[in-house]
């Protein structure tokens, strides 16, 4: 796992709305059938009283002109994220979210709450149980046809060797086409809103003085077309600028039938620097770690890039698959084993986000499970440290291997099973 949520119960209080399609025609349609009423579980408020709303404080005044300004942009490519992430937890959404939207039912305010938290109608604090109707959740939420199989995926390639590249890639979607399975391109599948995201990108891009974010926004919108991050993931590895942003696909949790392909996220930050140079020593003992690890030493990762950067940032706003659910404490990033290879993995830790589940998770539990004397031990730095060192684990241990006389990286060989076992 790339990611550290480490504890529920905690989610901004700033809710992105799904947005409701519209439609245009030329003459007055029949009247459509009435939908049948959406059934919500009894425990919709209860679900919902699971989640805190709260502000978490940002200073954003110490920024130049220009960067408040690729600020904004930046918020702007993010909400556009959460609609492409909402297409990928499943295609059923767009449909769903209007009826949503217009429930009158008791427990209609915490039901599209819910639904808002959880991208879709499947509880992810539940094991994916639905709270809305009775379908269960498609394993391969919205990346694949819904009534696909493995054994029909693999019965594909086996018949078309050829298009095991396209297939299994993380930046393709699976979809039928006359009745047989094709390979989709991110930037097909979701064009006209990564073109949107991408203005967003450039506008920030030129507002930005800060040469490494240009160069790193300028890169990644360019990916948004063309499906290759290798350089801007590089440039993200190279940024030293008062805006911390991650904005693509990255993680392949969602996927549930292969754990192969990346969902949308994006995490708009603004750097701490002082924070981050006193953490700065503790990536030194990476190669360390590495060569103690418990195992056989020709799977530890000695070649591994050396740059590993730790970076201390507070959050302004978070956007698709870094939203739903549960909120992150901090990740580490890229997922890209070839960047991974010549510069190592950043580890971004959200300081105020980290000092809300302190303040709102930690220290209530802490005061009902520990004897009064040891409640004021309870340390914020120490809970700090511990995520820190967490998310330094991620970048050790192999990751690029051998098997059976070919190359290949630990994630593709074990497929859904990695997120559990690493």
């Not at 992105?16 to 009423?37: D, F, H, Q």
């Not at 391109?185 to 450039?202: G, I």
């Not at 909120?327 to 290879?341: G, I, S, W, Y």
């Amino acid at each position: 796992m790339d990611r550290d949520c480490l504890a529920p119960m905690l989610m901004m209080s700033t809710l992105m709305m799904l947005a409701l399609p519209g439609t245009v025609a030329c003459r007055a349609p029949k009247a459509p059938a009435k939908p049948e009423p959406l059934h919500v579980v009894g425990d919709i408020e209860a679900r919902r009283a699971q989640f805190v709303s709260i502000r978490v404080p940002v200073t954003t005044g110490h920024l130049s002109a220009g960067d408040q300004q690729a600020l904004q942009h930046l918020v702007k490519a993010a909400r556009v994220i959460d609609q492409i992430f909402s297409r990928q937890a499943w295609a059923g959404n767009a449909e769903l979210a209007p009826r949503v939207e217009v429930l009158d039912t008791p427990g209609a305010v915490a039901t599209r709450a819910y639904f808002r938290i959880m991208a879709g109608p499947w509880d992810r604090v539940k094991e994916l149980a639905p709270f809305i109707g009775t379908a269960p959740h498609p394993p391969g939420a919205g990346f694949y046809p819904e009534d696909m199989t493995k054994a029909e995926f693999d019965a594909h390639l086996a018949a078309h060797p050829a298009d095991r590249a396209a297939f299994t890639s993380s930046l393709t979607v699976i979809r039928r086409q006359e009745g047989k399975l094709v390979a989709v391109p991110y930037s097909v599948e979701y064009k006209d809103l990564l073109a949107q995201a991408a203005t967003e990108l450039r506008a920030a891009a030129a507002a930005t003085g800060n040469a490494s974010l240009k160069k790193f926004l300028t890169l990644r919108s360019d990916a948004f077309s063309s499906d290759d991050y290798f350089a801007s993931d590089m440039a993200w590895m190279d940024l030293d600028s008062p805006i911390e942003v991650v904005i693509g696909p990255y993680e392949t949790y969602e996927d549930g039938l292969f754990g192969a392909k990346a969902a949308f996220e994006s995490f708009v930050c603004v750097a701490q620097p002082e924070d981050s140079e006193r953490l700065a020593r503790f990536k030194q003992e990476l190669p360390f770690l590495e060569s103690r690890l418990p195992i056989p030493a020709a799977y530890r990762n000695t070649t591994r890039g050396k740059e590993s950067p730790i970076r201390v940032a507070d959050e302004v706003i978070t956007a698709g698959d870094a939203r739903r659910g549960v909120q992150t404490l901090a990740f580490n990033l890229p997922n890209d084993e070839r960047v991974r290879e010549a510069k190592g993995s950043k580890k971004v830790l959200l300081k105020n986000m980290m000092r809300a589940k302190f303040d709102a998770i930690l220290k209530p539990i802490a005061r009902q499970a520990l004897a009064s004397d040891d409640v004021a031990a309870v340390d914020f730095d120490a809970y700090f440290n511990f995520v820190l060192f967490h998310e330094m684990s991620h970048g050790l241990g192999p990751g690029r291997i051998r098997v059976a006389g070919r190359d290949t990286e630990v994630r593709k060989e074990l497929k859904e099973l990695y997120s559990a076992i690493e």
